[in-house]
């Protein structure tokens, strides 16, 4: 028999570090189980950092510089100063303002949709695929269908002539286009935010509905004070991915359905930004219009996830 002191010494090398009340040994064995998380991790770090921060940083540093003649050469501020003169991106800043202030719709929809799909309302299998279809399709296909039903002469003005209430320009009206576009971007990707609010709802508390209605809860009762309390996280998650989806993934609406028009009237910073990119050839103004729209994400995001921490708190 091998004693269990001479065991404990054949299992590996031990190494003394500082504690608390001296020196502890620390087991190879034991290092190499704190260090693995580090190590699982690293791979995706470096990934993210080579293929995400490094253009970042990359991009920042060239919006500083000049285009056209002044290529290569150091010009302060002047590109961000020129944005600011540039009545289309502030144009495009307005819209900002205007996609955070109807960002509760974008996710109180969905919301909405996964509590009765989650109560099992009648029919609630077949409206959980029919909702996640739109999130399928190529936001191209989803601008021309639109395009078809919402022009001057579609199908939809057809019925408002009809009833006497049109028709509407939907897609030539300043006032009106942007509003267009962003009902039709919530319709076709509000199904991702459903599956992500039923994957929440799998962790509520079932036994707390159940005492809810035992009390005599009613539906909007339970909403407020068991259901958006108890998906406070999802809910955080749901806020903050909609805005980014709002803020960077528009372009192939916009560039179907209406161009960045009319007058300019739906701009968004990333159409602004291939404007300057793709058609202008001026790439250091749209790298400084890209870090305005990265600030911009970066400043919404965290302002939203404060509002609701603080919110779920107080609840």
Same mark, same amino acid.
């Given at each position: 028999?091998?004693?269990?002191?001479?065991?404990?010494?054949?299992?590996?090398?031990?190494?003394?570090?500082?504690?608390?009340?001296? /020196?502890?040994?620390?087991?190879?064995?034991?290092?190499?189980?704190?260090?693995?998380?580090? %190590?699982?991790?690293?791979?995706?770090?470096?990934? +993210?950092?080579?293929?995400?921060?490094?253009?970042?940083?990359?991009?920042?540093?060239?919006?500083? /510089?000049?285009?056209?003649?002044?290529?290569?050469?150091?010009?302060?501020?002047?590109?961000?100063?020129?944005?600011?003169?540039?009545?289309? =991106?502030?144009?495009?800043?307005?819209?900002?303002?205007?996609?955070?202030?109807?960002?509760?719709?974008?996710?109180?929809?969905?919301?909405?949709?996964?509590?009765?799909?989650?109560?099992?309302?009648?029919?609630?299998?077949?409206?959980?695929?029919? &909702?996640?279809?739109?999130?399928?399709? *190529?936001?191209?296909?989803?601008?021309?269908?639109?395009?078809?039903?919402?022009?001057?002469?579609?199908?939809?003005?057809?019925?408002?002539?009809? /009833?006497?209430?049109?028709?509407?320009?939907?897609?030539?009206?300043?006032?009106?286009?942007? =509003? /267009?576009?962003?009902?039709?971007? +919530?319709?076709?990707?509000?199904?991702?935010?459903? %599956?992500?609010?039923? !994957?929440? =709802?799998?962790?509520?508390?079932?036994?707390?509905?159940?005492?809810?209605?035992?009390?005599?809860?009613?539906?909007?009762?339970?909403?407020?004070?068991? +259901?958006?309390?108890?998906?406070?996280?999802?809910?955080?998650?749901?806020?903050?991915?909609?805005?980014?989806?709002?803020?960077?993934?528009?372009?192939?609406?916009?560039?179907?359905?209406? *161009?960045?028009?009319?007058?300019?009237?739906?701009?968004?910073?990333?159409? &602004?930004?291939?404007?300057?990119?793709?058609?202008?050839?001026?790439?250091?103004?749209?790298?400084? !219009? *890209?870090?305005?729209?990265?600030?911009?994400?970066?400043?919404?995001?965290?302002?939203?996830?404060?509002?609701?921490?603080?919110?779920?708190?107080?609840?």
């Amino acid at each position: 028999m091998v004693p269990p002191a001479a065991a404990e010494r054949t299992t590996g090398a031990e190494f003394e570090g500082p504690g608390r009340h001296g /020196t502890r040994r620390i087991s190879r064995g034991a290092l190499a189980e704190r260090l693995a998380p580090f %190590v699982l991790v690293a791979p995706a770090v470096l990934i +993210i950092v080579a293929l995400r921060l490094w253009p970042l940083l990359l991009g920042v540093n060239f919006s500083f /510089t000049g285009d056209g003649e002044r290529n290569g050469t150091a010009v302060g501020l002047d590109n961000y100063a020129e944005l600011l003169n540039d009545p289309l =991106f502030r144009t495009a800043l307005r819209n900002v303002g205007l996609l955070v202030v109807l960002l509760p719709v974008a996710v109180a929809i969905p919301g909405l949709l996964a509590t009765f799909i989650y109560l099992r309302v009648p029919g609630h299998r077949l409206f959980r695929g029919v &909702y996640f279809f739109p999130a399928v399709l *190529s936001p191209v296909i989803v601008g021309a269908i639109f395009n078809l039903m919402l022009g001057y002469d579609g199908p939809l003005n057809a019925v408002l002539r009809r /009833t006497g209430l049109g028709p509407i320009d939907w897609l030539g009206d300043p006032g009106i286009a942007i =509003f /267009t576009v962003i009902g039709v971007h +919530i319709w076709a990707t509000f199904g991702m935010a459903l %599956v992500v609010f039923l !994957a929440g =709802f799998s962790t509520l508390d079932a036994a707390l509905l159940d005492a809810a209605r035992m009390d005599g809860a009613s539906l909007p009762q339970i909403i407020w004070h068991v +259901i958006i309390p108890g998906l406070s996280r999802t809910i955080q998650f749901v806020f903050v991915t909609t805005m980014i989806g709002m803020l960077t993934s528009m372009f192939g609406l916009l560039y179907v359905m209406t *161009s960045g028009g009319p007058e300019g009237s739906t701009y968004l910073p990333e159409f &602004y930004v291939w404007i300057q990119q793709g058609q202008m050839n001026r790439p250091a103004l749209a790298s400084a !219009a *890209s870090t305005v729209l990265f600030l911009i994400m970066l400043v919404v995001g965290i302002l939203q996830v404060s509002v609701l921490r603080r919110a779920g708190r107080e609840d």
